[in-house]
């Protein structure tokens, strides 16, 4: 059964940094897409970032020039997502979400971001 990890949530200040990690493991199929997805409290689940099995990546507006996200294509399928400059705004729960070659989603198990002010 495919297993995603996440990790790298927590309390910074604002202006302050954090590193989001996914690792996938137990994987039958190839991953095509990782991402990551916040929800705020009490919004909608919005994309943040994410990058193709080539390298392509796709960015929210409001995180451009201050999130990257990378990948790495290795036997446990890792995504990153270095957060720089975070805002109050983008306290949330981030997940991670990979799409397996077989069209197949798959959900992380959510991780607090808090920003303090």
């Known amino acids: 059964q495919v297993q995603l990890v996440v990790s790298g949530g927590g309390l910074v200040q604002a202006g302050g940094f954090l590193r989001l990690s996914c690792v996938v493991s137990?994987?039958?199929?190839?991953?095509?897409?990782m991402g990551w997805y916040r929800q705020p409290p009490g919004k909608e689940r919005e994309l943040v970032a994410s990058i193709t099995s080539g390298g392509s990546t796709n960015y929210a507006d409001s995180v451009k020039g201050r999130f990257t996200i990378s990948r790495f294509n290795n036997a446990k399928n890792t995504a990153y997502l270095q957060m720089n400059s975070l805002k109050p705004e983008e306290t949330a729960v981030y997940y991670c979400?990979?799409?397996?070659?077989?069209?197949?989603?798959?959900w992380g198990q959510g991780t607090q971001v808090t920003v303090s002010s």
């Open positions: 137990r994987s039958t199929f190839s991953i095509t897409h």
């Open positions: 979400n990979v799409v397996r070659s077989n069209g197949v989603a798959i």
